[in-house]
């Protein structure tokens, strides 16, 4: 019902900026919430950010707070996640994903029903 495309993962120096795009279809995409979520090699996937709906609920996970922005744009059907002051623990495959989550639930990735491909973001040192 949903499909996610997502752009913008590179190579970049730490301290430095990437900013990631999400394109979503399908006739219920303003219904559900979206987020972002990361996994590095042998680690478990962990939550990044998330939007809500309407765009009035935002969530960040503690280690990105202050340096990730979530946006959403409804009308263009796309999601996007400015990363600043990016660390090398950063590193890792960034998927997009939309869902449905309970209240209190958006930081779960099993909340969430689809999922973009994923794109890499590597920061060097």
């Known amino acids: 019902q949903v499909q996610l495309v997502e752009s913008g993962g590179g190579l970049v120096q730490a301290g430095g900026s990437l900013r990631l795009s999400c394109a979503a279809s399908g006739r219920t995409f303003r219904t559900y919430t979206l987020g972002w979520f990361r996994q590095a090699p042998g680690k478990e996937r962990e939550f990044v950010a998330a939007?809500?709906?309407?765009?009035?609920?935002?969530y960040y996970a503690d280690s990105v707070k202050g340096r990730f922005t979530i946006a959403r744009d409804n009308a263009e059907n796309t999601v996007s996640l400015q990363m600043n002051s990016l660390r090398t623990e950063d590193t890792a495959v960034y998927y997009c994903a939309a869902g449905s989550p309970m209240s209190g639930r958006a930081y779960y990735p099993s909340e969430y029903r689809y999922w973009g491909q994923g794109t890499q973001v590597t920061v060097s040192s």
């Open positions: 939007i809500s709906s309407n765009g009035a609920r935002l």
